[in-house]
Structure formats: structure tokens, C-alpha cells
């Protein structure tokens, strides 16, 4: 069994620390690297990671289908062991994972110690799914027979994920497909390798055989494509940008392979008159802009009725006012960088479209520090109209727009009103409206006096329309989508 090299998380900074991708439980360099940068300061380099060519994603998936059938043998309460101890160690080293989160993605040093406190609890919790694989016997209607329902191994799944949550949608990914004795081969955001390899090390160390998981850095262009198309996956689960996620799904399914997206939102927070202005206040300012925005579940449009409007627009604004952008890491900080440069640019492409549109901006500047960051104020856009491209497209950054709306119902049309249908939120005292909007909101998730991000480890996370494609993940529903599901007769005569 390998040994894992230096991760990520504790090596020297720059770019003399050099981090290679891991196939059949060898390190495999490469002459093409990617230098991994901190965007709160460009100029400091994290590390140098190997960038992955089309054969050495061809030997990852080798090396995940020779290790496949024994890891689909292997007993539960070793697979159960192995989860377990993944999850102990990430949990033992949360501060310095959550220290590489941070420096290399942008995210508060607070949160980023909060995802990283989540992909332990999801490998504990998968760890007991491995013993917890039930199936079902039933009577068959003809006599003498019985019936056996059981849930399989699906094969090799390959695992595309992306930059916002570069420790924990990896970890909601890899731990079902490892609990339910599936193989993997992963590809992390080009963004964020260094979360993804201590990841990986980690699993490594907590006993993983050569082969169950075999890590592939690289661009989508040349990972991905290789891997949607390859007759030797049996899987892809997908999370990313719309443009992508389509991609994804079409060569997949012309391959014949089972495939799992999730692609966005654009979802309302809608807040009645009746609410508690206060608390619906502190939930937009945290759906909307904490992780700077960089959630596919952001209240990214604040539907409002008329007769709070004002009000609940100046609690957004003094709340606003006092929150402070900066370095991830630095202490005092409640917003930290955008994730990159192009990132940045199109944050501010959409605030001059809103502005070009109509609409009034409050804050949405680029902040000034001693470090060239990717630092951006966050943006409130008042004066909005449903059709606005603002209140249409994913922005992906700390940005939202007001809708004013007479009453409920208009409130509900426009939060329905889009192509997306992740999570959707409400504010109010009345069970009558949140008990209509529960039914009747287009999306996987709704929110009642909640923000519309965050979500737990025990439940399914997914969405409709536009949003998601293939069955939920996380919690047991993720059985669905890692195993074949297998009907067996026995004729005891």
C-alpha cells in the first residue's frame, strides 16, 4: 500500500512543492503543472500540481477496474473501518485543512473550518452505510418461490468536482461511491487541487487499497472528456456550471454511462410582511454573501413584499455596512476574495449589466487591500424587474437583487419564475403561506425561516428543472445513484 506523499495542507509554500496525481497507488508527475495561488495574495504560490495527459487517465481507470472486484468483496466492517478512520483524521486535522481551504479557495477561515468539519461527518456517516446495506425478500406470488431485492456495486464511478467547496462536495461524492464498494477516479477543480490531494492522502493513510481511488488533476477539457467517454466508467457524478454539466450529461449518456449532475440555481428568498424582518435580514445577508456568494444555493433574488420593502431593504444595507471583506485567513474578516481573476471579471460584468438594466447598485466595488486579492464589496441590486438578467443568470459571486412583489402570490410566481429549481426559501409567521409555499415552490429544497444555503449530511441534496439531473446525493438516498439494484428468485422446492 502507498504512502502518502507530502500533503498539501503541511508542505512548504511554493513552487518548489510539487504535487502529483495518484493512479493504482503511485504518484505519477507530469512536465505540465499548474501553479495553485491564494487569492487573497496571487503572488503567494500554495504548490505545483501534475496536470493529468489522456493516458494517465486511461491508467486511472485501468487501475480503478483491476481494484474493483476485490473492493466490492471486501467485508463491510473493513470498508466500515477504513470510512471510519478517514473521518477521524480529517476531523484531528481540521485546522490545518481548513488553514490550505482557505488560502487556496478564498473561503473565511471560519467556514472553511466548518466544510472541512462536514467531509468528517460524511465519511462517519457513510462508514455506517457499508453496514447498513439492506435489501428486501419478499414472497413471490408463485408458490414455493421467494424473492431477493439487493443493492450492488455500480463499478467505477468517475467524480468531477468543483472549486466552491473543494473538501466537502468531494467528500459527499467519494464516500457513498467508497461505501457501496464502488472504485473511483476523481477529478477536482483546476482551482483547488491542494483540498483534493490532502483529501486523498488522507484516504490513503486510513488504509484504502492501490487502486479504490485514484486522483487525476487537470483541465475538464482533456480529464473529463477522457472520462465521460470512456467504455471502461460505469458512472459520472458532476457537480459544476451549467455549460459544463450539459456537456457532461450528453457524452455520457451516448457511452451508455449512468450519470449524476448538479448545475446551479438561481434561488428566491421570499419575504412576506408578516416575517420577522430582523431575523429574514440575517438569513439574506448569510444565504446571500457569506462563502462570498459562491454557492449554488446563494439567495441570489430577495422577493419582497411591497409593505416591507423598505424596511427590509435598509436592514440589508446596514447589514451590509458593517461586514468586512479580506484575507480568508486574516482574523475579523466575514467575506473573503472571489475564487480568481476571471471569477472577479464576470461579478463585475453582471453588476454593469444590472446598472445598464436599471437597476441600483449598493456596494458591488472592488476593495483595495495591501494584496492584490480578488477582493469584491458585496452587492445589494435594488429597483429590479423579474426579466432582468440579474434576476435570469447565475452570477456566482456576493451579489443579489430585490424583486418587490405585492403579495404571496406574486411571490410564488416569480420564484418560480426560472430555469433553476435547487433551494428556495420563505420568511414569514403565517403556517398558511409557509405551509402553500412548502407544496408549491419549484425546487428540491425549501426553507422555512431558514437560510437557502446549508444543508446536513443525513439528508438529500439536489434540485429540479435546470438545477439537477440523476438521482439525489448524500444521505441514503445517494444509494440510488452508487449501486444496481439486483432481484434474485430462490425455489426452495
Not at 456495486?153 to 466552491?164: A, D, K, M
Not at 404571496?408 to 403556517?431: H, K, P, Q, R
Request: hydrophobic share 40%; aromatic share 6%; charged share 20%.
Amino acid at each position: 500500500m502507498t504512502q502518502p506523499q507530502q500533503s498539501a495542507a503541511t508542505a512548504d509554500s511554493g513552487e518548489d512543492n510539487l504535487v502529483d496525481n495518484l493512479i493504482g497507488g503511485k504518484r505519477r508527475g507530469s512536465d505540465d503543472r499548474t501553479l495553485n495561488r491564494n487569492p487573497s495574495d496571487p503572488a503567494d504560490v500554495i504548490g505545483s500540481f501534475a496536470r493529468a495527459d489522456e493516458q494517465a487517465v486511461r491508467d486511472a481507470i485501468a487501475a480503478a477496474n483491476a481494484a474493483a472486484p476485490e473492493w466490492a468483496d471486501f467485508p463491510a466492517q473493513q470498508r466500515f473501518g477504513i470510512l471510519d478512520r478517514a473521518g477521524s483524521l480529517i476531523a484531528e486535522r481540521a485546522d490545518e485543512l481548513a488553514d490550505l481551504l482557505a488560502r487556496e479557495e478564498g473561503k473565511q477561515l471560519g467556514e472553511s473550518r466548518g466544510e472541512v468539519l462536514r467531509a468528517s461527518q460524511i465519511f462517519k456517516f457513510f462508514a455506517g452505510e457499508t453496514i447498513r446495506n439492506t435489501g428486501e425478500i419478499i414472497d413471490s406470488v408463485r408458490p414455493g418461490l421467494t424473492a431477493e431485492m439487493t443493492h450492488e456495486p455500480i463499478g467505477v464511478v468517475g467524480i468531477i468536482t468543483p472549486w466552491n467547496f473543494p473538501i466537502a462536495i468531494p467528500a459527499w461524492k467519494i464516500a457513498p461511491a467508497l461505501a457501496y464498494g464502488n472504485t473511483v477516479v476523481f477529478k477536482p477543480a483546476e482551482l483547488v487541487p491542494g483540498s483534493a490531494a490532502a483529501l486523498v492522502d488522507i484516504l490513503v493513510e486510513a488504509g484504502l487499497p492501490d487502486g479504490v481511488i485514484n486522483l487525476v488533476m487537470g483541465p475538464g477539457r482533456v480529464v473529463g472528456e477522457v472520462l465521460t467517454t470512456s467504455a471502461d466508467v460505469d458512472a459520472i457524478t458532476f457537480t459544476g456550471s451549467v455549460a459544463v454539466g450539459r456537456g457532461v450529461i450528453a457524452a455520457a449518456s451516448e457511452h451508455g454511462i449512468r450519470v449524476q449532475a448538479e448545475m446551479g440555481g438561481k434561488n428566491p428568498l421570499v419575504v412576506l410582511g408578516d416575517a420577522d424582518l430582523e431575523a429574514a435580514a440575517d438569513a439574506a445577508i448569510n444565504g446571500a454573501f457569506f462563502s462570498t456568494g459562491q454557492r449554488c444555493t446563494a439567495s441570489s433574488r430577495l422577493i419582497v413584499t411591497d409593505d416591507v420593502h423598505d424596511e427590509f431593504v435598509a436592514l440589508l444595507k446596514e447589514r451590509m455596512a458593517a461586514l468586512t471583506v479580506g484575507d480568508a485567513r486574516a482574523e475579523g474578516t466575514d467575506i473573503g476574495p472571489v475564487v480568481s481573476e476571471t471569477q472577479l471579471e464576470q461579478d463585475l460584468r453582471y453588476i454593469g449589466i444590472a446598472r445598464d438594466e436599471g437597476g441600483e447598485v449598493t456596494g458591488g466595488d472592488r476593495v483595495e487591500a495591501a494584496t492584490d486579492g480578488y477582493f469584491l464589496a458585496p452587492a445589494l441590486v435594488t429597483g429590479t424587474k423579474p426579466a432582468d438578467t440579474i434576476n435570469v443568470e447565475e452570477v456566482f459571486g456576493p451579489v443579489a437583487s430585490v424583486i418587490r412583489v405585492a403579495d404571496y402570490d406574486e411571490a410564488l410566481a416569480v420564484a418560480n419564475d426560472t430555469a433553476f429549481g435547487l433551494s428556495a426559501g420563505i420568511y414569514t409567521t403565517s403556517l398558511k403561506y409557509s405551509t402553500h409555499f412548502k407544496r408549491y415552490a419549484q425546487a428540491g429544497m425549501v426553507m422555512v425561516n431558514a437560510p437557502t444555503a446549508g444543508v446536513d449530511y443525513h439528508v438529500s441534496f439536489g434540485g429540479r428543472k435546470g438545477s439537477s439531473y440523476g438521482p439525489r446525493e448524500q444521505a441514503r438516498a445517494a444509494r440510488e445513484f452508487y449501486t444496481v439494484q439486483k432481484t434474485a428468485y430462490v425455489n426452495a422446492g
